[in-house]
């Protein structure tokens, strides 16, 4: 079975600060990772994805993620934090090659204070 | 235009209604999805289908049935409505397996 765990349901931060929001996972095979946002009141949005290739993956807004195979950790980092950027983030695995079914951790709050 | 979008935005019913939520995605995709997000905000996946064919049932009651016309469209119906039901859902959809979904705006369903 795969899963996703989000250890913090809330990280605070301040503006201008580097944040990181934590991600494990557990699948058998190899894994495919995403991370989304969800701002109040709206639906998901994308924001990147490890595949394969690199370990650092940029994606939208400035954000990136480190996949970490022996760690099974896939955290999202971003330098400076902006205000702005407070939302709910979520983690999500699918395993590569299997039925596409994606699984969310719980979800963690991020937020930015200025 | 909107890749993914869901009719009603908002449904408030009785207990013991039934209900359909519409779903419609331009994106050209071959699978879509409906996925519930309780109060906590854990998102769990219920269907999915990939060209009109059902390949994800979850441990869904039956009282919740979709339908998928074509492969652009996936809708959700709801029988006899209960309190925990009340949720939002969402529909997203997907091209292959390496990416990610593009998820519509939700459906906040509240039961009364």
């Known amino acids: 079975a795969q899963s996703v765990a989000q250890p913090e349901d809330q990280v605070n931060v301040a503006e201008g600060n580097p944040l990181t929001v934590k991600c494990t996972y557990s699948?058998?095979?190899?894994?495919?990772l995403f991370w989304y946002v969800q701002y109040p009141n709206r639906g998901l949005q994308f924001l990147l994805k490890?595949?394969?290739?690199?370990?650092l993956v940029k994606g939208s807004y400035g954000f990136e993620a480190e996949f970490n195979k022996s760690q099974t950790s896939f955290h999202l980092k971003k330098p400076s934090a902006l205000v702005s950027d407070s939302a709910l983030y979520f983690c999500a695995v699918k395993r590569g090659g299997a039925t596409n079914k994606l699984i969310f951790g719980t979800g963690t709050l991020l937020a930015v204070q200025p | 235009d909107t890749a993914v979008s869901q009719t009603p935005k908002y449904l408030v019913t009785q207990m013991g209604n039934d209900k359909s939520i519409k779903c419609e995605q331009n994106?050209?995709?071959?699978?879509m999805y409906w996925y519930k997000q309780d109060s906590k905000k854990f998102l769990k996946i219920m269907f999915s289908?990939?060209?009109?064919?059902?390949?994800i049932n979850e441990t869904v009651p039956n009282r919740f049935s979709p339908k998928s016309p074509d492969k652009a469209h996936l809708n959700l119906h709801i029988n006899s409505l209960e309190l925990g039901d009340s949720a939002v859902y969402f529909c997203a959809s997907s091209q292959d397996r390496g990416d990610g979904y593009t998820f519509g705006s939700g459906t906040r369903l509240t039961v009364v």
């Open positions: 994106l050209g995709h071959d699978t």
């Open positions: 289908y990939n060209n009109k064919e059902l390949i």
């Open positions: 490890y595949i394969t290739g690199d370990n």
């Open positions: 699948v058998s095979g190899n894994p495919y």
